[in-house]
Structures are given as structure tokens and as C-alpha cells.
């Protein structure tokens, strides 16, 4: 594909996107999945979960990035979980490993540092009111996952937002990746 | 060579499978996890001049599947556990009656309403003996994105050569997992799923007189042709008939025209994961899996090789038939057979069938509306080689 960046061939990377229904998660799966299978030319799996009552209640997206064929599309042990409300922090914090990153949303989760690896807590939602919409939260979220993980190039999810939202409110989308980013990247530069 | 290339999820692929192969008319009633199926088709469907019911429930959506096969439509359904089992009278309509249709089931937990939203795999033998009577059964188990458009394909295709229905059987896993999937030129699928029709004056025709495969050629209803489609055991113009010699013939004729045909569909696929170099020679573990557990038990075998253990993985495309002589060779050159699925022990049975005492063959079973992970078929392997 022409104009597509180059994607470091490195590891394999396990990662959950977690919180409300309604908060857009498997949205941010199917493009985190997206922009690593189609304009980062990695193999990728998205899988949802969710229960019967769908809005509000638990709600996650497994995405799962390797270089290598997939075989199994869940994950198994996560590098990297996202959680935007406190119910899905407290849901997993027995499952986070010690080499487990923990990026949640600095608002809406207050209990926090109970996982022994590595948390960074980000204003993932109030980024998104300032920039126009807390409706883009997922997509800060993205943002700064790329910015503080570099699992991926931001070209790849800027390419896969555009596409995906081809309308007028595509540039406000694509502003909510770039200002999240622009938080991962401070805190990677920052040692976090 | 693919056309173009999109991440989508298993259902969307079952959809763009259906399109491909030439369905014309989807009648059903949305229920979780199949409900992305009936969404996109009530748009793709119209648009390409097709037609979307959705209708009051899965009995009456099978009885419009049937009607408008009937009336030339290659036609599909899709549903979950719950539906299916309203499904399965006509389902039995359409084996008698030899109405080619798709019948999609995205299986979740069961039973009953169960756990919408959480995978199983409980349906095997549904699937099978659900609708009563000596039929035919001719089911495709997809488990990746890609197979679930290239099965869907398939069943269209057997669907409409054989006059019958064919079950797609997706789970929860597969059914909402997204990967990248390679869709073909849409001219490559023109004639894909083609019935046979009579050729001869309308006058000598006769609704199930059979070809030589043992296919009845199928006029549609409105044609010049006169159609007797019949439940009831019937002779060749399609009237009642109680005659024993003629019910006999019909019920053999219906099973064999899709046993003799078995060696040209898909059936299985062989994965092999040898131990590193400079390993002690062990007898191979085999697992035999299916749908989303197919995955899972690829990565245990990919683990268990890593420890020493030589492992093969006979992934299960088509359930119905049972593909018995793939199943038995790759057993009896392995030491042993594991069966893990999402069931409390389905499969394995049909697996002990066809080794018999010759192997063991041991169940890896898990019912509670979790998915099995690989984790859980290594420790269960290693527990039965005494590793």
C-alpha cells in the first residue's frame, strides 16, 4: 500500500480495551485491529465481550498484533490493558501481571495502583471534552496507547480513523488520536 | 487472487459468503450472536435487488426460507441456539421435501435462553438429529474470519447441487472475532451455487424423479413446470405415498446423495508442530477440534511441541458427515487423541467411534460459557500422556 509507514517486525502485543458499553470500545478494537492488519500489514484479531445488557455494563475488546500468524485470537496474558471506568480496573486487577501496563482514565478511575506492574493514569476523557466531544474517548485512548507503547505507528491509526469516518466530523476524530497521543508520548519521554 | 482485503468480523464474512455465492432472499429473526448476519442483510440484500423479511419468529422464518427457494431464490436463515431449535420442523420440511437452504447458527451457551452473549459449541449433535427422522446432515464449521466467508460459499454450493438443507455453524468466538479476510472478484462467484433444473418438456416432469447423482432436478414454483413439493413420504410426482419398498428407496436416496458426494467437499485441515531438533522420539499427541477451539488447540499444540511432545491438530471444517477416514488416519499415527470443545463431550464420541479401541481418545470438555483456552487443553493433555 502506498504512503504506508514501516512497521517495526517486532513482537507479538496482547491487549485489552475495557469499560462501558457505550463507550466505544469495540469501535477502538476494530480500528487498533484495523490499522495493524490493513495499513500496518501485521496480522491482527479483534474479539468482543460483552453481556446481555449492553450499554453500561462491562464491555471489552481484545486485540491481538503479531508479526506471526495468530492461532489464537484471544488474549491470553495481556501486555497492555485500557480501562476507562473503575469497574473495569477493579474487574481485572487479578489478572494483571507483573510486566502488565495499565493505562486507565485519570477521572473516572480513582482506585487505582493496585496492580504490581507499571500504571499510568491519563485525563483521557477531559481531553476529549476539551477537544470537542468525551463521546472521542476511545479515541484519545488509542491515541495514547500508541504514544506511550509504540506498539504501532500513529500513521497506521490515523489512516484507519480516516477511513473509517470519511465524513465531516473526521477531523475531530483524527484531533482525539493526535491529542492522545500527544499525552502517551510525554509520559514515554518522561519515563512515565 | 483476492479482490480486495477487509477487516471484518466472522458474521460480516458470513454475509459477504452469501452474497458471493448468489442468496437472494435471508428471512429471519434477529437473536444474539447472529443478529450482524440479519443487520447486513437487510441492506445488501435489497440493494442488489434481493430480499430481507424479517418475520415473527424462526419457525415461520424457515417456512419463508423454504417458500422462496421454492421459488428459485437460493435462500438463507441465521440464528442462535434458542432459534434453531424453533427451526428444526422445517428444517425436516426442507430435507424431505429436498428445498436447497443455509442455515446459519451462531451457537452461544445453552440451554434454552442460556448465556446470550458467551460461546459453546453444544449444538453438534443438534445439528445432526435435531429435526426427528432417518435425513440427511450436511454441516460446515468455520473458525477463523476467512473460513467463515469461504464455508458459507461451500454450504451455498452444496445447498443447491444436492437439493438440501446445509447448516453453517459459526460460535460466539468466531462469529464476533475480526481478522483479515481476503474476498474474491464478486464475477468469481457468478453460477457459484447453481441447482439442477429440468431441461425436458414440462408435461414428463416429475418433482423428485432423481438425475443420475441421485438429485431430483428442481423447477421453481411459477414456472411452466408443475412443482409437488411434499413432507409426507412421497413417491416421484411428489404424491403421498404409504408404499414400504417406496419410502425405503426415498429415505436411502436422500442420505446417499450427500455420502457420495462427501469426497469433493471440504473436510478437514492438518496442522503438524514437531518438537526442536535433537528431541527423544514420543509417540504424536492429536487433537481433533473444531470452530473457535481449532485456535485454541493450535496454540496448545504449538506448546506442547515446545516441551518435546510431537503435536497434531486435524482441524474439523465439516462436521456432517463425520469425516471418518480423515479422523482415523490421523489418529492411528498418533499415540493418543485429545478432543477439547466448548460441550460437555460431543464429538469425542464420533471420534471413539471411528478408532475404537485402537487409541485412546480422551475428552477435553468445557461447559460454562467460557471460552477454552489453550492453557487449558495443555494441562489437560500433559494430565493423560503422564508428562
Not at chain 2, 449433535?125 to 427422522?133: E, L, V
Request: net charge negative; glycine share 12%; hydrophobic share 40%.
Amino acid at each position: 500500500m502506498e504512503g504506508r509507514p514501516a512497521v517495526a517486525k517486532g513482537r507479538k502485543w496482547q491487549v485489552i480495551l475495557s469499560g462501558a458499553g457505550g463507550q466505544g470500545l469495540i469501535l477502538a478494537g476494530t480500528v487498533l485491529g484495523e490499522a495493524a492488519a490493513v495499513y500496518g500489514g501485521l496480522n491482527a484479531t479483534c474479539s468482543q465481550s460483552y453481556g446481555v445488557a449492553s450499554r453500561g455494563g462491562f464491555t471489552k475488546a481484545e486485540v491481538v498484533i503479531s508479526p506471526e500468524e495468530i492461532p489464537y485470537p484471544l488474549v491470553r496474558r495481556p501486555d497492555v490493558i485500557v480501562a476507562l471506568t473503575q469497574e473495569a480496573y477493579d474487574r481485572q486487577v487479578s489478572q494483571v501481571g507483573a510486566d502488565c501496563l495499565v493505562l486507565y482514565d485519570s477521572e473516572a478511575v480513582a482506585r487505582a495502583g493496585r496492580t504490581p506492574g507499571r500504571e499510568v493514569g491519563l485525563p483521557l476523557q477531559e481531553t476529549a471534552r476539551k477537544g470537542g466531544s468525551a463521546g472521542n474517548t476511545n479515541l484519545v485512548a488509542l491515541g495514547a496507547l500508541l504514544g506511550v507503547t509504540g506498539l504501532l505507528p500513529v500513521e497506521c491509526l490515523n489512516s484507519a480513523v480516516s477511513a473509517r469516518f470519511p465524513g465531516p466530523d473526521g477531523e475531530s476524530r483524527l484531533r482525539a488520536v493526535s491529542d492522545g497521543w500527544g499525552l502517551g508520548v510525554e509520559v514515554a519521554a518522561g519515563g512515565g | 487472487m483476492a479482490a480486495r482485503t477487509a477487516f471484518m468480523q466472522g458474521n460480516e464474512a458470513i454475509l459477504e459468503g452469501a452474497l458471493h455465492a448468489g442468496a437472494r432472499f435471508f428471512a429471519g429473526y434477529p437473536i444474539t450472536p447472529s443478529s450482524e448476519i440479519a443487520e447486513l442483510a437487510s441492506t445488501r440484500l435489497p440493494a442488489r435487488g434481493g430480499v430481507y423479511l424479517q418475520m415473527e419468529d424462526e419457525m415461520a422464518s424457515m417456512g419463508a426460507v423454504i417458500g422462496a427457494s421454492a421459488a428459485g431464490a437460493p435462500a438463507f436463515t441465521a440464528t442462535s441456539g434458542p432459534g434453531f431449535s424453533l427451526m428444526q420442523e422445517n428444517l425436516g420440511l426442507a430435507a424431505m421435501a429436498e428445498v436447497p437452504c443455509v442455515v446459519v447458527n451462531v451457537q452461544r451457551s445453552g440451554p434454552s435462553t442460556g448465556l446470550a452473549t458467551r460461546p459453546g459449541q453444544a449444538d453438534v449433535m443438534q445439528a445432526r438429529w435435531g429435526t426427528h427422522g432417518d435425513h440427511p446432515s450436511l454441516v460446515f464449521a468455520p473458525a477463523s474470519a476467512q473460513e467463515c466467508f469461504d464455508l458459507t460459499v461451500e454450504a451455498f454450493i452444496w445447498a443447491e447441487r444436492l437439493r438440501t438443507p446445509v447448516i453453517g455453524r459459526a460460535d460466539v468466538v468466531v462469529g464476533h472475532l475480526r481478522e483479515l479476510v481476503a474476498l474474491p472478484d464478486p464475477e468469481d462467484g457468478r453460477a457459484l451455487a447453481s441447482r439442477p433444473r429440468p431441461q425436458g418438456p414440462p408435461d414428463d416432469y416429475c418433482t423428485y424423479r432423481p438425475g443420475p447423482d441421485g438429485v431430483p432436478p428442481l423447477a421453481d414454483f411459477g414456472s411452466p413446470y408443475i412443482v409437488h413439493l411434499n413432507g409426507s413420504m412421497h413417491d416421484e410426482r411428489g404424491y403421498p405415498s404409504a408404499d414400504p419398498a417406496q419410502a425405503g428407496r426415498l429415505i436411502q436416496r436422500l442420505v446417499a446423495k450427500v455420502q457420495a458426494r462427501v469426497g469433493e467437499m471440504v473436510a478437514v485441515r492438518h496442522f503438524r508442530h514437531d518438537p526442536p531438533e535433537g528431541a527423544p522420539p514420543r509417540p504424536a499427541v492429536l487433537y481433533v477440534a473444531y470452530g473457535s477451539t481449532a485456535r485454541a488447540a493450535r496454540e496448545a499444540a504449538l506448546m506442547l511441541a515446545e516441551k518435546g511432545v510431537p503435536a497434531r491438530l486435524l482441524q474439523l471444517k465439516r462436521l456432517w458427515p463425520f469425516p471418518d477416514s480423515e479422523v482415523e488416519a490421523a489418529a492411528l499415527e498418533a499415540g493418543l487423541t485429545v478432543v477439547p470443545e466448548m460441550n460437555l463431550g460431543q464429538v469425542v464420541l464420533e471420534v471413539e467411534r471411528v478408532v475404537g479401541k485402537r487409541r485412546p481418545v480422551w475428552s477435553c470438555a468445557k461447559s460454562n460459557g467460557e471460552p477454552i483456552t489453550p492453557d487449558e487443553i495443555l494441562a489437560r493433555t500433559l494430565e493423560v500422556v503422564g508428562a
